[in-house]
C-alpha cells in the first residue's frame, strides 16, 4: 500500500522517507562520525541543530529538511 | 557543354560557391515561378559547362509515421516526406519546388552540402527524393572552408559518387532518433492521459534522456550533500613592514584539537628558511582547436555556452573566415598550406608581428592531439581578412581562433616554479612563486595564454624571518559543483553520448522543456519527476549504456562493418524490449508523473514569504472576477492577510528566487518569447527602487503601464 514521505508528503511505496530524503538520512548518520572526530564531543542532537541552525554549513537542502525533521522528532 | 546541379545545405553556402565556381566571379540569379518565392538560384559558368547551385534550408525533408493509427505507441512504421508536410511551420516547400524544377532539366548532380553525417543526409534526401537519383551516379564535392580555391579544388576533383557508408549511417541515425523519440515521449504523455486523463506532453529522447540523467544525478549529490568540518591555518610572515602570506605544509586538518596545536606551538616563534626549491616545469604548445575544445575555450574566455560558439563558428565558417567547425580532428594532414594561411594573416594588423615570426621559421610543426577526424582538419583561419559586417560574438572567436592555431607552431614555454619552505618549531610553511623563464607558445597565444608571475621574496636559506600572525580557519568540505552548459557539453563527450554536431542542441532542448534550468545548471522539478520515475520504472530509458551502444552501431554502418538495415531492426527489437517493460507499469508512471508535475505547478506559483504578515506565502494568482493576473498572500484565505499587487499580464510569470533589494519582498520574473527575461519587485508600487514615472504612469494607465515599462528594459 501507498505511503507518504515523513519529510515531503509525497507518495512512496515503502518506508518512512522518499528515494531523496532517504539517500539524505543515510549521508547524515555517515557522516555524523566525521563530526564527532572533528570536535571530541557532539551528540547527534547537536549534531542535527548545527545543520539546521549554522547557514554557514552548505548542506544540501533535502539533508537539511531531514534534519529539521529528525530534530523536531527529537524534541517530541 | 555540360550541365550540373549542385546541391548547397545553406544559401550562404551556396552563393559562395555559385561566385567561386563562375569563372568572372559573378554567378547568374536564375528567375525562378513566382510560387518558388525568393529561392536564389545561380547559374555559373566554367569551362564552358553550366553549374546551377540551388541551396536547401537544413534538412527538407524528415521521417513521419506511416500509418494513420492515430497518436499511440508503439510506432515502428515512418517514412520519409518533405519536412513541410511533416510540420506546418516548416517554410521548405519553395526550395523543394526548385529543386524538382532544375532536377527534371539536370541529370549531372552533385552534392556540395558540409562533409559529415548531417550534410550528407540533406543532400542525399534532395538527390534522391527531390531530384529522382539513383544515389551511385551523384557526385560528391568535399571541402573543408568556403574559400575559392578549396572550392574549385573540391569541384575539380569530386568524388565520383557520394559515400555511401556516410549516408546510411545518417539516414540510420535519423530513423533511430525518430523511434526512440516519438515512442518514449507517446508513452511517457500516454501514461499520464490513460491515468489521470490529463494531457501534459513529456518529452525524451536517445540522447535527451541519459543527460538529464547527469544533471539530475548531481543535483541529487548536492541537495543531500552533508559537508565534513575541516581547519586550514591562515598564517603571515613580516617582511620589512610588508605582510606575507605562508602556506601550511597541510591545506586542512580534519579536527580542531590538531589545527589548535600547530597554533600553539607556533605562535610567537620565529621562523627558519629550510630550503629554497626551483622546479623547471616545461609546457607543450596546445592541440588545435576541434569543436569539443573551442567550446570550452570560448565558455572559459568569454562565457559563451557551446551552442552559442558554435553558431558563430559557423557564420564565421560561411564568411570563410575558418575552417569547418564540427569537426573532432586534432591533427593536421599534409594538404594544408600553413605558410599560405600565415603570409595571409601578415596582412591582418593584430597577427602580422607573430604571423612574420613564425613565418622566419625554417619548418613549420603545428602541435596535434589524439583525435583524428579523416573528413575534416581541425578549426583553423583560411587567412581571409576579416569583414566588418560581424558581430562581436564572431570577433572574439575569430580572434580566439587565430591565436590557437598561432599558439600551435611555437615552442614550448619554460616556467620556474619556486618554493621556499619555512620551519617554525618543527612545523613547514612554505611560499611559492612563479617565473616565466620562456614565453614559446604563449607569447603567440596572447591575450589567452596570460601568466601571471609571483615574485619571491628576497631570502636565503637559513635566514630567519618573524610570524606576523597566526589563526585557525574553519571551513566544510564542499558539494560538487553544478554542471554549466560547457562541462555538461564535455561530460557528454566523455561518455560517448550524441555527436560533436548534436551535443549542444541536446542541451539546449533540455532548457526549452523545462527539465533544467540556470547557467549553473539545476534540474528542475519536472526534470527530478521524468529521471526519478524512469529510474524506478523503466531505467532503460535513460541507460547511458544503451546510447552509447546504439551511437557505436551508427559508427559502425559510417565504416562498412554493418547495414543500416541490420541495426535498425537491433534497435528497433531493443526498443520493442523497453516499451512492454514500460507498458506493464503505465499506470503507476503515469501517477508519480502527473503527482510531480502537479507540485511543480504549485512551486512554480509561489514566489516566497509574505514580508507583511510573515506567515502567508505570495504566489501568482487570477482574479476571478477579471481574470487579470496578480500576486497575493496566501493569508488571504485565512483572513490573515490582504496585502496584492497588479503585476505585467503580458509573458510568463516565474519566481525569480531572489528579494527585492531595496524592500525585501520575493521577485518574480517575466519570460517573453524573443525578448531577456526581465525581473521585478512585486511591491512596485510602494517599493523605493521604483522610478517615479512608473508610478505616475500606473495611475494613469494602471497595469498597462508596467507592461510598457518591462517593454522599454528588455
Keep these: ?76 | 557543354m555540360t550541365d550540373y546541379l549542385c546541391i548547397s545545405e545553406k544559401p550562404t553556402a551556396a552563393k559562395r560557391i555559385a561566385t567561386a565556381l563562375d569563372e568572372r566571379g559573378k554567378p547568374k540569379k536564375l528567375p525562378v515561378p513566382r510560387n518558388f518565392g525568393r529561392i536564389p538560384v545561380w547559374e555559373s559558368m566554367r569551362n564552358g559547362d553550366r553549374i546551377v547551385t540551388i541551396p536547401a534550408l537544413g534538412h527538407l525533408y524528415s521521417t513521419v509515421e506511416d500509418s494513420a493509427g492515430g497518436w499511440h505507441y508503439p510506432a515502428f512504421s515512418y517514412k520519409w516526406t518533405p519536412s513541410y508536410l511533416a510540420n506546418e511551420k516548416n517554410k521548405t516547400r519553395p526550395f523543394i519546388l526548385a529543386f524538382k524544377k532544375f532536377g527534371k532539366e539536370i541529370s549531372n548532380v552533385i552534392i556540395a552540402t558540409d562533409y559529415d553525417l548531417e550534410g550528407e543526409v540533406i543532400g542525399a534526401t534532395i538527390a534522391k527524393f527531390a531530384c529522382g537519383q539513383d544515389l551511385a551516379n551523384v557526385k560528391r564535392m568535399r571541402f573543408s572552408t568556403l574559400t575559392k580555391s578549396d572550392i574549385v579544388n573540391s569541384f575539380e576533383h569530386r568524388d565520383p559518387s557520394v559515400n555511401i557508408n556516410l549516408v546510411n549511417a545518417g539516414f540510420a541515425r535519423h530513423e533511430i532518433d525518430w523511434l526512440f523519440g516519438i515512442n518514449l515521449t507517446r508513452a511517457l504523455t500516454l501514461s499520464i492521459k490513460h491515468a489521470t486523463g490529463r494531457y501534459k506532453l513529456i518529452t525524451t529522447g536517445r540522447v535527451q534522456g541519459p543527460t538529464l540523467r547527469f544533471v539530475a544525478d548531481r543535483e541529487r549529490d548536492i541537495q543531500t550533500f552533508v559537508p565534513i568540518p575541516r581547519w586550514a591555518i591562515d598564517a603571515r610572515i613580516d617582511l620589512d613592514g610588508d605582510e606575507i602570506f605562508i602556506e601550511y605544509n597541510k591545506k586542512f586538518l580534519p579536527s580542531l584539537k590538531e589545527a589548535e596545536k600547530v597554533v600553539a606551538e607556533t605562535t610567537g616563534r620565529d621562523g627558519i628558511v629550510k630550503e629554497i626549491g626551483p622546479r623547471k616545469i616545461t609546457q607543450k604548445p596546445p592541440a588545435p582547436f576541434n569543436l569539443g575544445t573551442l567550446q570550452s575555450e570560448a565558455y572559459r574566455h568569454f562565457g559563451y555556452t557551446p551552442s552559442r560558439t558554435l553558431r558563430a563558428a559557423e557564420t564565421l565558417y560561411l564568411n570563410a573566415l575558418i575552417s569547418y567547425p564540427r569537426t573532432s580532428s586534432q591533427q593536421f594532414t599534409a594538404a594544408i598550406n600553413h605558410r599560405d594561411i600565415l603570409t595571409q594573416l601578415t596582412k591582418c594588423d593584430p597577427y602580422r608581428v607573430r604571423a612574420n615570426k613564425l613565418l622566419a621559421k625554417s619548418k613549420l610543426h603545428p602541435t596535434f592531439g589524439k583525435k583524428k577526424d579523416p573528413a575534416h582538419p581541425p578549426i583553423h583561419p583560411t587567412g581571409k581578412k576579416l569583414a566588418g559586417n560581424l558581430r562581436n560574438e564572431e570577433r572574439n572567436l575569430y580572434n580566439l581562433i587565430v591565436c590557437r592555431y598561432l599558439a600551435i607552431f611555437g615552442e614550448p614555454s619554460i616556467k620556474n616554479g619556486l618554493r621556499l619552505d619555512l620551519k617554525i618549531n618543527d612545523h613547514i610553511f612554505y611560499l611559492r612563486g612563479m617565473k616565466v623563464l620562456k614565453k614559446g607558445w604563449l607569447e603567440f597565444y596572447t591575450p589567452f595564454g596570460r601568466v601571471d608571475e609571483v615574485e619571491l621574496p628576497d631570502l636565503a636559506v637559513g635566514d630567519v624571518v618573524k610570524l606576523a600572525y597566526i589563526n585557525h580557519k574553519q571551513s566544510y568540505t564542499q558539494p560538487p559543483a553544478r554542471y554549466n552548459p560547457n562541462s555538461l557539453l564535455k561530460k557528454m563527450e566523455e561518455q560517448e553520448l550524441g555527436t560533436k554536431a548534436t551535443r549542444a542542441s541536446t542541451i539546449d532542448i533540455l532548457y526549452s522543456r523545462g527539465y533544467i534550468e540556470d547557467e549553473s545548471i539545476n534540474a528542475t522539478d519536472l526534470g527530478f519527476a521524468v529521471i526519478d520515475t524512469l529510474q524506478k520504472n523503466s531505467p532503460d530509458i535513460i541507460s547511458i549504456e544503451l546510447t552509447r551502444k546504439l551511437q557505436r552501431e551508427i559508427e559502425d554502418i559510417q565504416a562498412g562493418k554493418k547495414s543500416r538495415e541490420a541495426v535498425l531492426m537491433e534497435s528497433i527489437v531493443q526498443l520493442k524490449k523497453i516499451l512492454e517493460k514500460f507498458h506493464k507499469k503505465e499506470k503507476i508512471i503515469g501517477v508519480t508523473l502527473e503527482e510531480q508535475v502537479q507540485n511543480l505547478k504549485q512551486r512554480q506559483r509561489i514566489l516566497g514569504k509574505c514580508p507583511v504578515c510573515k506567515q502567508g506565502e505570495l504566489i501568482i494568482t487570477r482574479s476571478i472576477r477579471t481574470k487579470k493576473r496578480f500576486v497575493g498572500c496566501t493569508g488571504f484565505y485565512k483572513k490573515l492577510c490582504d496585502w496584492s499587487a497588479p503585476i505585467p499580464q503580458k509573458g510568463y510569470a516565474v519566481p525569480a528566487k531572489k528579494n527585492c533589494k531595496h524592500c525585501g519582498f520575493p521577485m518574480l520574473t517575466i519570460r517573453r518569447k524573443g525578448k531577456k527575461p526581465f525581473t521585478i519587485c512585486p511591491n512596485w508600487i510602494s517599493c523605493p527602487g521604483t522610478p517615479d514615472e512608473v508610478i505616475d504612469n500606473y495611475r494613469n494607465n494602471k497595469a498597462g503601464a508596467l507592461d510598457a515599462i518591462v517593454e522599454e528594459e528588455t
Design chain 1, 1 to 76: 500500500m501507498a505511503t507518504k514521505c515523513v519529510v515531503c508528503q509525497s507518495t512512496i511505496e515503502k518506508g518512512e522517507y522518499c528515494d531523496a530524503h532517504s539517500i539524505a538520512k543515510k549521508n547524515l548518520e555517515k557522516r555524523f562520525s566525521d563530526w564527532q572526530k572533528a570536535y571530541e564531543k557532539m551528540t547527534w542532537e547537536e549534531y542535527l541543530t548545527r545543520m539546521v541552525e549554522d547557514a554557514d554549513i552548505p548542506v544540501g537542502e533535502w539533508a537539511k529538511e531531514v534534519a529539521i525533521y529528525l530534530n523536531n522528532q527529537s524534541k517530541k
